[in-house]
């Protein structure tokens, strides 16, 4: 038998057993659930790496594409920027070469940037308010007197290459602001576009649009005749593109004078009997194309008649000097100046007779002449 030394031994072992296969237990319950928790891990992070390779494939196809047609874009407000004299006298024939030279210019500043832009292509926007730039350079002698009379160009110009579009935005000034900003906001972040030819800083508005973009390199500013200095801040590239555009202001062209002693039946603006330009009347219009040095007030005929105008053409300290006088010979006929604005006769100082007349009217207990019946007609 065992002594009780012995016992206590045993049971001393016993109870060392038991602790040590607890710990042991212990242990391996933990190990299971950490490496359940691996095992979890491992399926999580290998979810994401399949959803990023999936991504990464697909973006790699998306850049691709993107690079596939790439292409630059040249914004151009073309009531502040009008193409070159020779070009807008050509008509529908100017048009095709406006375009075609504005396309090799392009694809030769291209050139120069490197091989990244060697198969661009180049778009065109071109936004105007083509009533309003049709009778600007009407008054420069630059194209006919009918309405829209760019038309041709503009036509043309379009036609000219697939991505080429010369845009009558309308007769509000925002119309063509407002298509060139959103134009360019929608490109500019574009992959697809390389490169933006903005020819508009004639325009201080369009500050507020480029500002964000100081210092960037897709965007270039075309010089023209009324470049603001303003633009120069913005840190951007700026080319001339020499031979497209006007270099001085269309204001300061010299007019081309014309007379006609015919009646021209295809144009909008009318001279009415009453002596004023407009439709609204009973009268019958009469319709005139260039501008008259003078147009005879029609009694229900279309005659046109040259009215002899020697005004000079410097400003003088008092202009209405230089005013035609109305005489018996001249009674039917309307003075315009050498631009074809019309001109009002010279209205000679009132005598004190006059004046006494005129006071005696307005006297009380008579009352005061309607400015808009009475005084304007």
């Not at 950490?34 to 494939?57: A, F, V």
């Not at 009008?82 to 504005?102: H, P, Q, T, W, Y």
């Not at 036509?155 to 000034?173: E, Q």
Request: hydrophobic share 35%; net charge neutral; glycine share 6%.
């Amino acid at each position: 038998m065992l002594a009780e030394t012995d016992l206590n031994r045993l049971e001393r072992q016993l109870s060392d057993f038991n602790l040590a296969t607890k710990t042991r237990q212990d242990a391996l319950d933990e190990l299971t659930l950490t490496y359940g928790k691996l095992l979890e891990d491992y399926r999580i992070l290998r979810s994401d790496y399949e959803e990023e390779k999936e991504s990464r494939e697909k973006y790699k196809k998306l850049a691709r594409g993107q690079d596939r047609n790439p292409f630059v874009l040249v914004l151009i407000d073309a009531d502040g920027y009008v193409f070159e004299d020779s070009l807008i006298k050509g008509g529908a024939e100017g048009g095709i070469r406006a375009a075609n030279l504005l396309h090799d210019t392009i694809q030769d500043r291209l050139s120069r940037r490197g091989h990244e832009y060697e198969n661009c292509k180049v778009m065109v926007r071109a936004y105007t308010n083509l009533a309003g730039l049709s009778k600007t350079l009407a008054r420069a002698g630059l194209v006919g007197h009918e309405a829209r009379s760019l038309s041709p160009f503009c036509s043309n110009f379009t036609r000219a290459h697939d991505l080429f579009d010369f845009v009558d935005a309308g007769d509000k000034k925002e119309n063509a602001d407002n298509k060139i900003r959103e134009m360019f906001r929608l490109f500019v972040e574009n992959n697809q576009c390389k490169h933006i030819f903005f020819a508009g800083c004639h325009d201080t508005g369009y500050l507020n649009l480029l500002t964000p973009y100081i210092s960037k390199e897709k965007i270039t500013l075309i010089r023209g005749s009324s470049f603001s200095p303003e633009f120069n801040r913005l840190g951007l590239d700026i080319d001339s593109l020499n031979g497209l555009f006007h270099n001085n202001p269309l204001d300061s062209l010299d007019a081309r004078r014309i007379v006609s002693k015919t009646p021209v039946a295809h144009s909008q603006q009318t001279i009415m009997p009453n002596g004023h330009s407009g439709a609204a009347s009973n009268h019958t219009p009469v319709y005139i194309g260039a501008p008259e040095s003078g147009i005879a007030l029609p009694h229900r005929s279309a005659t046109i008649q040259a009215f002899p105008s020697s005004l000079p053409a410097t400003s003088l300290a008092h202009p209405s000097s230089c005013l035609p006088k109305q005489t018996p010979e001249n009674a039917n006929l309307i003075p315009v100046n050498s631009t074809g604005h019309r001109l009002d006769f010279l209205l000679p100082t009132p005598s004190s007779e006059d004046w006494k007349a005129y006071n005696a009217r307005i006297a009380p207990p008579n009352k005061k002449l309607c400015n808009e019946y009475q005084l304007k007609g």
